[in-house]
């Protein structure tokens, strides 16, 4: 019997997440407490029987919105979650040279960056994906850092046919990315199928709502009608504004958000 789409996409992900697990230790997990990344760790969940087998990390700023900080207490309470809380190091020690909103989203960059460094990590799973943005749309599933965190878009592995053979940088590790082949339209249908919990920022309020979630200076609403998971599928087929409308680096200059990837950002 032909499987539906979500559930192919699922598996893939699925499988994505046991090579990881099985090639690359030790490892961690990015998680935002976004869309993308719950509909991820609820998968971990799922490939690994109902187990979480790395630790969960929240690079904080202390910018994250107020529901969003009340969303991961309840679900680290509810699912008994390894969660671990990193602190980024402040604005005052970024680059003077960037943008404002590009200076003050690279603290989560150096975090990661540290983070990394102390905990010895050769690999970070990281829920992105590919329609979210330009340049995300040249990543590999597994893509190797190094030991400053960057990214050379022209040094990728190929990877055929699933066929996954993550390299490790001497000094660097590798980012895994098991949702890259998602939509955002995916993601809803998803947590729609699954009824995965999500922050309900995500919901119009007063003809507004967050379509990308993250720190509270630096992102913003959009304006919107969507009050439920319907609606914003049904929107989602018909907008033409793009999915990080509401976050202010991508928008700052023409190469902020190249600057931040080529720099260690997610």
């Known amino acids: 019997m032909m499987r539906d789409h979500l559930t192919q996409l699922e598996n893939q ?16 997990m990015l998680w935002s407490m976004g869309k993308d990344s719950t509909a991820l760790l609820w998968m971990v969940r799922k490939a ?54 590009t200076r003050a989203a690279q603290r989560k960059s150096v975090g990661l960056k540290n983070f990394i460094a102390q905990e010895k990590l050769r690999g970070v799973i990281v829920g992105i994906r590919r329609d979210e943005q330009a340049l995300r749309a040249k990543e590999r599933v597994f893509s190797p850092r190094d030991s400053f965190g960057a990214w050379d878009v022209r040094e990728q592995p190929p990877e055929l046919w699933d066929c996954y053979r993550p390299v490790v940088p001497d000094g660097g590790h590798v980012r895994i990315h098991p949702l890259l082949n998602w939509t955002e339209s995916d993601i809803w249908r998803y947590t729609q199928r699954e009824n995965i919990p999500f922050v309900p920022l995500y919901l119009a309020r007063d003809g507004m709502r967050y379509r990308s979630l993250g720190e509270k200076n630096i992102t913003h609403p959009v304006v919107s009608e969507a009050a439920s998971i319907d609606d914003i599928i049904r929107e989602l087929d018909s907008t033409r504004t793009s999915e990080r409308a509401g976050r202010s680096m991508d928008c700052e200059t023409e190469n902020s958000f190249e600057l931040l990837r080529t720099r260690g950002y997610m």
């Open 13 to 28: 992900t699925l499988y994505i997440l046991r090579e990881a697990v099985a090639q690359v230790a030790p490892l961690c």
């Open 48 to 101: 690994f029987f109902g187990r979480v087998p790395f630790p969960l990390v929240l690079l904080d700023t202390g910018q994250e919105l107020e529901a969003v900080y009340e969303f991961r207490d309840a679900l680290v309470r509810d699912w008994n979650l390894p969660y671990i809380t990193v602190p980024c190091p402040p604005e005052s020690e970024m680059d003077a040279t960037l943008p404002p909103a």
